[in-house]
């Protein structure tokens, strides 16, 4: 089963492999911490160990000092209709980027309350292990061209 099979391919043809985990240097797995059901936060817990899986298995990460930051994110702290729903999604969400070693931050786009500084501190979190950005992969010059080209954000 290739990695995250379980969610479409961001870019490129189906026969082209554009995985989400080749060579990123950081991931913010995003939430919505006013779901009262909790179910987007089982969904982030889901998509986080399927990504923790992927890399894992990924020979170019295989070492603890190569780890991509992965960050669990709770947004729309802005929608909840009671503080009771984010307060019980914070715990939970809390507990579990404790257990798995994450940085978990809440925000709220609406209300513009640490979106600007998630950004910041990831950016900041990548600079500081030089590792990552300076990493020499093992990239098809061709790929890189391909690359270049179709810049995105995931």
């Not at 950081?26 to 059901?37: L, M, Q």
């Not at 890399?55 to 930051?69: F, G, I, N």
Request: hydrophobic residues 35%.
């Amino acid at each position: 089963m290739p990695a995250l099979s379980a969610y479409e391919r961001p870019v490129g043809a189906p026969d082209v492999d554009k995985t989400l985990t080749r060579n990123r240097m950081g991931y913010f797995i995003c939430f919505d911490v006013s779901d009262d059901s909790m179910a987007s936060l089982r969904e982030a817990m889901a998509v986080h160990k399927m990504l923790s899986d992927s890399l894992e298995k990924a020979q170019t990460w295989s070492r603890r000092t190569l780890t991509p930051h992965i960050w669990l994110v709770g947004c729309q702290s802005d929608k909840a209709t009671s503080e009771a729903e984010v307060r019980k999604n914070d715990r939970h969400a809390q507990a579990y980027a404790e257990q798995h070693e994450l940085i978990y931050k809440t925000t709220s786009a609406r209300q513009h309350k640490g979106v600007n500084e998630v950004f910041m501190e990831m950016i900041q979190a990548i600079s500081s292990r030089m590792n990552l950005w300076t990493l020499d992969a093992d990239v098809d010059a061709e790929e890189d061209d391909e690359d270049q080209q179709a810049c995105f954000s995931q």
